[in-house]
């Protein structure tokens, strides 16, 4: 394997980081307490990932076994447990504990023991932001039919299984 072809073409670097400090407010605020912090999402990394950091405010909560057709998923547990589905079982994971899925794999995470932390890695960057807030919105009470929720799945890759 090697190198893939450069992205820049300049002979000098430039300032161009972008810093998100521990302490920033998250972008959703869910109304079971969970939190989802933004720290790189798919349009400011052009196209290439997006990055968040969960947090897990204690109920039980998290998706179920599900698939995506146009991404792969990373997981890296930062605090407590999360159990996260391999396509085989439940797997209890703990801090600095890594998962990764690539497109196609059945995955699903949860918490079952309490607050608990991650980063969430998508590759490449889809628009993840519209299906958190879409979430965020139904926690709330927004309510869909069953071909609205469908249609929001399948909108946001979301393939789910039994």
Known sequence: MSYPPPIYDRDTGEISASIRLTGEMPEIVYPNGNRVHYLATGQGTGGLFGLYRWEFAGPRSGPDAHFHKTMTESFYVLAGEVSIFDGKGWVTTRPGDFVH?????????????????????????????????????????????????????????????D
Not at 101 to 130: Q, T, Y
Not at 144 to 156: K, P, Q, V, Y
């Open 101 to 161: 899925v690539p497109a196609g794999g059945l995955h699903g995470f949860r918490n079952e023991a309490g607050a608990a932390s991650m980063l969430l890695h998508f590759a490449p960057g889809a628009p993840r932001e519209a299906y958190f807030e879409g979430l965020a919105r139904m926690a709330a009470g927004e309510t869909l039919t069953d071909a609205e929720r469908a249609a929001f799945a399948i909108e946001h890759d979301n393939h789910w299984v």
